[in-house]
């Protein structure tokens, strides 16, 4: 709504300008003050300057449960701020709008997409900053990140610039030619255009741009040269999907046999894998038009998806709490639903309610799951292989189960790959366990277990000491899904660097080997600044 003559004066939420605020000091002998009352003496009425409450609230990047107690508590932030773009919206509403403006995918907007957004989300600014923020958890959206493809890798940084290197035979690394790269290289041709997401599956690549625009290259995205005609066509370069142009994508995931992508409403589309109803489309398998994922998920937004080997998690949000929904194969009870058969279409993995677990980011490894709850606490299920999930053995595990042996840790990161778990905990340290063949569990290969095996599969968690002894608090483990026996992994840091180890027969890992060497087993740094 414009302002007019009459109406008090407004100020622009994303154009606060950037002032000290002076500090409020009490005297020894001064009665105390308050920052909200009748501006009696000994009292600094803040009710009188909304505006410097704002650009507090603001700057200081509350959390939306911290917006709600203050407005719980004081009346006075209950109050109509009296402020554009709405006027009855109290502070900490204008401060959450203030917030969500921040995001790239949010800027674009118009305002009766704003409206039906917040009714889908619960009803104010305050949730729809909640539902943004729970999408960022687990993706690294707008901020740097490092991707480990199958043989290849994509390094997103912060301003949106896009790096690829390793293997290229079908031209995923998007830079016009099918010729190996094993130092990182820039996307040129993307000049102008900020990525906020990437995804790299088997021989192809796939890249979100602010704008919610899809670009795709190498290898057919919906499926595998051998299952109909499907994976026969490169692309070299990055090329734009049409079929997706009308929707704000917001984050993809590549399965076998088919690719999800995210809306920016929390609406999940999938492609191919139609057939016999496998994701509840019954369509031809060369179907390859994005289709809504049916069933339950069709009311309840989505703030994040993991595909692994034929089958896809959702991380379905709702003002009260979030929860975890799976379809697909369920082979190796890799589905939580306690059994290995399979469904298609979304079911709810309602043993989180058993385990009193909050689930806040999920991750989906090619036979194996794992989530990230709120209290800190990582659940693993799936097929057991090599001792991936965590709980001391190789069996299958067909419903959640807490690691135990982190049960003194709190998670702050979870990642998951084909064989292969890591978990970050918020003291700094990094633990992996699962396949220990390919070298990509970062622990020092100058360690025999009680066998004289120095290569070992790890059956709990332990701390990788290589990454231990590179002094830098991890933010992002990135591992291979796929080829475990010839996996690589990827730590980003807090202060943007970037460190390999594992597999680098192919490049993948951004730089070169000494002769005949074909694996990196501790961590080096990647000549990429992402600070």
Not at 18 to 27: A, C, G, L, N
Not at 72 to 85: E, G, K, V
Not at 434 to 443: D, E, K, M, R, W
Not at 492 to 515: I, P, R
Request: proline fraction near 5%; include cysteine; hydrophobic fraction near 35%.
């Amino acid at each position: 709504m414009d302002a007019t003559a009459s109406e008090p004066p407004s100020i622009q939420c994303l154009n606060i300008p950037e002032q000290p605020i002076p500090e409020m000091v009490t005297s020894p002998n001064s009665s105390s003050r308050h920052c909200f009352g009748d501006a009696t003496p000994g009292e600094f009425p803040l009710s009188a300057h909304p505006s410097i409450v704002l650009h507090v609230l603001t700057s200081c990047n509350l959390d939306p449960q911290d917006l709600a107690k203050l407005e719980a508590t004081c009346s006075f932030l209950r109050q109509p701020a009296q402020f554009a773009p709405d006027y009855e919206l109290c502070l900490p509403e204008v401060a959450a709008l203030d917030m969500c403006q921040k995001r790239a995918i949010f800027k674009p907007m118009t305002s009766e997409k704003r409206d039906e957004f917040k009714l889908r989300c619960g009803g104010s600014w305050k949730l729809v900053l909640k539902f943004l923020l729970a999408g960022e958890a687990g993706t690294r959206r707008e901020k740097s990140q490092a991707i480990a493809g199958s043989c290849h890798s994509v390094v997103v940084t912060s301003k949106g610039s896009v790096y690829t290197f390793g293997s290229n035979a079908s031209g995923q690394l998007g830079h016009g030619t099918t010729d190996e790269q094993s130092q990182p290289r820039v996307i040129s041709s993307l000049q102008g255009i900020r990525i906020i997401h990437a995804v790299a599956g088997v021989g192809r690549t796939m890249l979100i741009s602010d704008s919610g625009q899809v670009y795709t290259f190498g290898k057919d995205l919906f499926g595998e040269s051998e299952y109909a005609s499907q994976g026969n066509k490169q692309v070299n370069t990055p090329q734009l999907v049409e079929s997706l142009k009308d929707i704000f994508v917001v984050q993809a995931t590549i399965g076998k046999l088919f690719t999800a992508v995210l809306s920016r409403e929390g609406r999940v589309y999938t492609f191919s894998w139609g057939n016999v109803a496998k994701l509840g489309h019954y369509t031809d398998p060369t179907d390859v038009e994005p289709r809504p994922l049916l069933g339950p998920l069709e009311n309840i937004p989505v703030v994040q998806i993991a595909a692994g080997y034929c089958y896809l998690l959702a991380l379905a949000w709702q003002p009260s709490g979030m929860s975890v929904y799976s379809v697909g194969c369920g082979q190796g009870g890799k589905l939580g639903h306690g059994n290995k058969t399979d469904d298609h279409q979304p079911t709810l993995i309602q043993h989180f309610q058993t385990l009193n677990v909050q689930p806040m980011v999920i991750s989906a490894g090619a036979w194996h799951a794992a989530v990230l709850g709120t209290n800190g606490k990582v659940c693993t299920w799936g097929w057991g292989n090599s001792g991936c999930l965590g709980h001391g053995n190789d069996e299958c595990q067909l419903v959640p189960k807490v690691v135990e042996s982190l049960s003194n840790v709190k998670a702050v990161h979870v990642a998951t790959g084909e064989y292969t778990t890591f978990v970050v905990s918020d003291d700094g340290d990094v633990y992996s366990f699962g396949y220990g063949g390919s070298l990509s569990l970062g622990h020092d290969t100058a360690e025999d277990d009680s066998q004289g095996n120095r290569y070992a599969n790890v059956l709990i968690p332990k701390i990788a000491t290589s990454l231990k002894e590179i002094n830098e608090r991890v933010v992002q483990i990135s591992l291979s899904n796929s080829n475990y026996s010839k996996a690589h992994t990827f730590a980003l840091t807090e202060t943007g660097k970037l460190y390999a180890f594992g597999a680098g027969n192919k490049g993948q890992l951004g730089m070169q080997l000494l002769a005949n060497q074909t694996t990196r087993p501790t961590p080096e740094r990647v000549e990429l600044d992402l600070s």
